[in-house]
């Protein structure tokens, strides 16, 4: 089930979309993919799914984000996979972030799931 943010929040889940994706620019992630999943699923409102260059650069791109949206937003994102760096879960509540090595984003193909749903845009 979706964590719940707290109602005195001072961001909604657009600022927290805005700072991801932009996060992820900064760290140079490649083929970056926002996909809108409100009224699609109730694990968050957004998914954001983008590539490293190798696991190196998939747990740094990880590692910084998680950083700085505890800075920013003090947020405390749970993820999993960073030990390896072949694909990184970063759950913020509001948006659920994906980093991967190209080849297995290929294997896997998850926004294939939800781009067929519709609601998903390249950035």
């Known amino acids: 089930m979706r964590a719940e943010r707290s109602a005195t929040s001072e961001f909604s889940p657009e600022d927290l979309l805005g700072a991801v994706v932009g996060l992820v620019d900064d760290e140079k992630a490649e083929d970056v993919v926002q996909i809108d999943l409100r009224g699609r699923s109730n694990m968050a409102d957004y998914m954001v799914i983008c ?14 984000l998680i950083d ?56």
Do not use: N
């Open 68 to 123: 700085r949206l505890k800075e920013r937003f003090k947020l405390s994102a749970r993820s999993e996979g960073k030990d390896v760096g072949d694909w990184v879960l970063i759950d913020t509540g509001d948006v659920v972030v994906h980093v991967f090595r190209p080849e297995v984003r290929e294997f896997y193909q998850l926004e294939k799931m939800w781009l067929d749903a519709g609601g998903a845009a390249t950035i």
């Open 51 to 64: 590539s490293g260059r190798s696991s190196r650069h998939v747990a740094a791109i990880s590692q910084k």
